[in-house]
């Protein structure tokens, strides 16, 4: 009660909720009155000891729901395999053994043996206990009205255990019946499945871990200032992030990231905000600027006044859109499902052959001597069953994509199980992230144009010297670039005296006898430096071709115009003209400028260009897609990419790019090459073609088999299918696509990327 009162009695508490059994507070309030700090604060005051602070509960409890059904499946998976590999060993290898085969062929009881009875014993806690769990399924897919994959698994292996049980046990009472079992069947059939399931459980379930990626962009710490009445700061306090609350004043230092959405209120600054805007250079910041958190500081000290937190915030939103957008994918209605009705057939080919035996009977020499109408109606029924069991249709997708995932990593292509590359075949449209997608992510020089008879390495050695007290990229990229004229590693650059560096407009320094001035040319003219006609000209034409246009100044004179650009990568228009004739359309969407988006788009041959995009917008732009009818898929490597890579039928994150891009997507691209978007297209379509050969091969032997299995020969021929040829059969049928998966193996490249490679 001493808790409750005090947590009521700050501002902006709207409810309280207290669990004394869970020691569990749950608490409604403004973030504008009142947050976390404030309430923790309030409640160890009243004695409650320590706090523990959960941000995203409900995402730590699908992470362990889903750790828990991998444990599960795995454990399932074992204990089969502990019990189905004697089963085989006794059915189908020790029977060949001189030695063992005699002593499993001893009877127990009349025509039973000690083999048939150790498989019975064996088989029943998989058919009954490992395996229940498809008993489930398939009830409820009946209650439903929609057999499914669980309902002809449980169905066949049913049919081939009971049958089993019945020759087994009319061979321990009778003195000349020889018993065939299928007891290996329904076992082997029960842990192939198993295993399936765990390794398309491991696929699954990645929405936890790019959120949890996500959250790691933000700062563990943050130091908050404290002022006194006057406005005057008097001390600084280092608290845990989330503690963060409305309106508190976070201090910023170099290098450091961002705690919180919020305004700079003083200092100046470049903020890394790639991650979230794609923008490849860092935005100048001063008083009055927004900052968003989880981006970086590159220089100089900020001080943030803090405007949104919590869920409210940037990346809170961003989390949240990875989050619907996961959960909004919608499962695949696999083919192998719509086949259950086969079931049927069988039931009906019992019943015909029954009927037919029980009303107008057969002529004494249709039934064999060791069986009844009864036993020849059910024979007929269990054949049709086993021959139509879904071990080929199983196997069908899962080995196509098994081995298609593994070559594709072998390529460079990872590809995140059959959900993937379903979905990658459908393709007939990709959007392109600009920045580290289409080109490289980093910028460097392209271009030097000189308007004094200069030597280029005396030019560049006065700007390094001037640009190698800046942090900032441009900057960096121009020192780079100027070691390209000196042999040795570590150059040492002449003395910079008298440096000024104004943000956002370019900096100033006495390099040996010269004054030396680098920057736009609002800098230069602030300084009263004319910047001729042929120069202004210069500028245009590079911004036209989405450079950077850095003017460079001695004594108050323009002497030179350095290009600096964040270059397309190679073969960027190949790839895409390529994708034109795959009929696949290609749009780009970045959050970069128009005149750069246009420019790049022109460059890489993309007519269909949205620029200044927000990661929602992206998102958003996606979804449009979809909705048109397309089959989308998303390339980027930028966490402001994340929400549009998991919105996307497949989203394709580049290898060099975020963890959060990485995790959000469906294919990786490890080795960071452009080309490998089509291979992950081709690939998935020669795969798919696999897969549907593999239901050719599949459905082909059970289109023949079943009709002979249900006896359409016998009243013309005699010629009847016994289970265990319908065994055999089905086992022919697995082998062939297998076999047919296993051809994927010696996938070649398009030639493009062939190209690429040599």
Same mark, same amino acid.
């Given at each position: 009660?001493?808790?409750?009162s005090?947590? #009521?009695?700050?501002?902006g508490v $709207? ?10 507070i749950t608490?409604?309030y403004k973030?504008? #009155?009142?947050?976390?700090r ?6 160890e ?5 320590h706090?523990a602070?959960?941000?995203?509960p ?6 362990q ?9 795995? /454990?399932?998976f ?5 019990f ?34 150790l ?13 229940r769990?498809?008993y ?12 499914n994959m669980d ?7 049913n ?8 020759s ?8 000349n ?7 290996e ?6 842990s192939f ?7 398309e459980?491991?696929?699954?379930g990645k ?24 406005g005057?700061?008097?001390s600084?306090?280092e608290i845990d992030?989330?503690?963060i #609350? ?8 170099? *290098?450091?990231?961002?705690? =919180?959405?919020?305004f700079?209120?003083?200092? /100046? ?6 991650m979230?805007t794609?923008? =490849? ?8 600027d ?11 000290v900020?001080?943030?006044r803090?405007?949104?937190? *919590?869920?409210?915030s940037?990346l ?14 919608a499962?695949?209605?696999?083919f192998?499902?719509?086949i =259950? ?26 039934i064999p001597s060791?069986?009844?109408s ?6 007929? *029924? ?9 071990c ?18 072998s /390529?460079g ?5 059959g959900?993937a590359?379903?979905s990658?075949?459908?393709?007939d449209c ?5 920045t ?5 992510g ?5 271009n030097t ?11 560049y050695?006065?700007v ?6 800046s942090?900032h990229?441009l900057?960096k ?11 040795e ?6 003395e910079?005296?008298?440096?000024? =560096? ?8 006495k390099?040996s006898?010269?004054?030396?001035i680098v ?5 230069m ?10 120069a202004?000209?210069i500028?245009?034409?590079e911004e036209?071709?989405?450079?950077t246009g ?5 004594? /108050? ?7 600096v ?11 895409i ?6 009929k696949?359309?290609c749009i780009?969407v970045t959050?970069?400028n128009?005149?750069t988006?246009k420019a ?9 260009i ?6 929602e #917008?992206?998102? $958003?732009?996606?979804?449009e897609?979809?909705?048109?009818g ?5 390339? *980027? ?5 994340s929400?549009?890579?998991v919105?996307?039928?497949v989203?394709?994150a ?11 997507a ?11 978007v089509?291979t992950a297209i ?7 073609f ?20 249900a006896?359409?020969l ?30 994927l ?14």
């Open positions: 009660m001493i808790v409750k005090s947590v #009521q009695a700050l501002p $709207e409810d309280i909720k207290i669990d004394t059994e869970l020691q569990k608490i409604s973030p504008d #009155q009142t947050g976390p404030d309430l923790i604060e309030v409640i005051s009243a004695g409650s000891g706090i602070v959960s941000i995203y409900e995402a730590d409890g699908r992470e729901h889903r750790n828990g059904e991998i444990t599960r499946y795995r /454990q399932s074992l204990w089969s395999l502990l189905t590999i004697p089963v085989f060993l006794t059915s189908m290898v020790f029977m060949y053994i001189p030695g063992l085969k005699e002593g499993l062929d001893k009877k127990v009881v009349n025509m039973m043996s000690i083999g048939e009875l498989r019975w014993i064996l088989s029943t806690p998989v058919q009954f206990v490992i395996g769990k498809f489930t399924g398939a009830y409820k897919a009946m209650c439903h009205g929609s057999p309902v002809l698994i449980a169905l066949g292996t049919t081939a255990y009971f049958y089993s049980v019945y087994v046990l009319r061979a321990a009472t009778s003195e019946y020889v018993s065939t079992d299928f007891f069947t329904s076992s082997m059939l029960i499945i198993l295993l399936g399931k765990y390794l459980i491991l696929a699954k929405t936890s871990e790019a959120i949890a990626k996500l959250m790691d962009l933000a700062p563990e710490t943050a130091t908050v200032l404290m002022y006194d009445k006057e005057n700061v008097v600084e306090k992030s989330r503690l #609350q409305k309106n508190d004043v976070i201090k910023v230092i170099p *290098g450091g990231k961002v705690a =919180s959405d919020g700079v209120i003083w200092g /100046q600054s470049h903020v890394n905000e790639s979230i794609g923008e =490849s250079r860092p935005v100048a910041k001063r008083k009055g927004t900052v968003i958190g989880g981006t970086v500081n590159e220089n100089g900020l001080h943030v803090a405007t949104f937190v *919590g869920s409210e940037a809170a939103q961003i989390v949240r859109l990875v989050e619907s957008a996961q959960m909004a994918k499962p695949v209605q696999k192998a499902d719509q =259950s009705k086969v079931i049927l057939l069988s039931f009906l080919t019992w019943l015909t052959w029954f009927l037919a035996g029980r009303f107008h009977g057969y002529p004494s020499s249709w060791s069986m009844d009864f036993q020849l109606a059910l024979q007929f *029924g269990i054949s049709v069953m086993v021959i139509a069991c879904p080929a249709l199983g196997l069908a997708t899962p080995t196509a994509v098994m081995v298609a995932t593994g070559v594709g990593a /390529q292509v990872l590809i995140k199980g959900q590359l379903e990658a075949q459908k393709v990709i959007v392109f992230d600009k580290g997608t289409l080109t490289i980093k910028p460097i020089v392209v144009r000189l308007f004094k008879n200069m030597v280029l390495r005396e030019f050695d006065y390094a010297a001037a640009e190698v007290n942090e990229p900057a990229a121009i020192v780079e670039h100027a070691k390209n004229f000196h042999s590693e570590t150059h040492i650059w002449p910079a005296r008298d440096f000024i =560096s104004v943000t956002g407009h370019g900096v100033k320094a390099i006898d010269k004054s030396v920057g736009n040319k609002s800098f003219l602030s300084l009263d430096i004319d910047v001729p006609v042929e202004s000209e500028l245009m034409e036209e071709k989405a450079h850095i003017i460079v100044a001695m004594d /108050q004179e323009i002497v030179g115009i350095i290009s650009s964040d270059p397309i990568k190679p073969n960027a228009h190949e790839v003209s390529y994708l034109k004739s795959m696949v359309e780009m959050g970069d128009w005149g988006a790049i788009g022109k460059e890489v041959g993309i007519e269909n949205i620029a200044e995009a927000k990661p #917008q992206k998102a $958003e732009k996606v979804k897609l979809q909705l048109s397309k089959t989308v898929a998303m390339v *980027g490597d930028g966490i402001n990419d929400p549009a890579l919105a996307a039928n989203g394709m580049i290898g060099a790019g975020t963890d959060v891009a990485i995790e959000a469906d294919i990786v691209l490890m080795k960071s090459n452009l080309e490998d089509i081709d690939l998935s379509r020669k795969a798919f696999r897969i549907r050969m593999n239901y050719v091969w599949a459905l082909g032997y059970n289109i023949i088999g079943i009709p002979i299995a006896g359409v016998f009243p013309s021929t005699r010629f009847r299918l016994p289970p265990w040829v319908a065994g055999a059969a089905m086992a022919a049928s697995s082998v062939s696509v297998v076999c047919w998966s296993l051809l193996r010696y996938y070649k490249r398009p030639l493009i990327t062939q190209k690429r490679q040599t």
